[in-house]
């Protein structure tokens, strides 16, 4: 939250320089969202696709330990006025342990599909960024904003430069076969 605070302050104050200087008609400022490039360049829709294979095959995994763990637990519960108490508690402990695997095996995948998430960015948003300073350098751009970390109230669409960024990111970047 400090971290918002201090960068809407930044954005404000060097608004607020921008205005109050002579040459601020000649000031030009940019807008992009690191984001879509991301989520619709053609290397993010392909790693994308490969995250959700992964989540997919995860996810049936999953819920072939769920129906196992139900069914386990259905028999206990059939079972139990039956059982004397110590076969009971063996089954019951069974059962818990097989809960406390299932439950660590979805912490385990929940924080492997972060961590490749967190790759992907790691990946691909310095070459995004550097693609959008050489445009900002090439075409003399004051600042570039990304409204995708910072809310913005307005910004006029024709200094959006997303769709551009993505059309050059996809001339640069082409995904691995």
Do not use: C, W
Not at 74 to 80: D, F, G, R, S, V
């Amino acid at each position: 939250m400090k971290r918002y605070g201090l960068i809407v302050a930044a954005i404000l104050i060097l608004a607020l320089a921008f205005a109050a200087s002579p040459a601020a008609a000649a000031e030009k400022i940019g807008f992009v969202n690191v984001q879509e490039v991301m989520i619709t360049s053609t290397i993010g829709k392909k790693e994308a696709e490969d995250l959700r294979k992964s989540i997919e095959k995860t996810k049936a995994t999953l819920q072939e330990k769920e129906a196992e763990l139900k069914k386990l637990k259905e028999e206990l519960e059939k079972q139990k006025p039956l059982l004397k108490e110590e076969a009971l508690k063996e089954k019951d402990s069974v059962f818990q342990k097989k809960l406390r695997d299932y439950q660590i095996m979805v912490k385990d995948s929940n924080d492997e599909i972060q961590a490749k998430e967190q790759d992907l960015q790691k990946k691909m948003i310095p070459e995004i960024l550097k693609l959008v300073q050489a445009i900002g350098e090439k075409e003399k751009y004051s600042m570039i904003v990304d409204y995708s970390l910072i809310p913005l109230a307005y910004h006029a669409k024709e200094d959006d430069l997303t769709k551009r960024v993505i059309e050059e990111f996809n001339k640069v970047y082409k995904p691995k076969k």
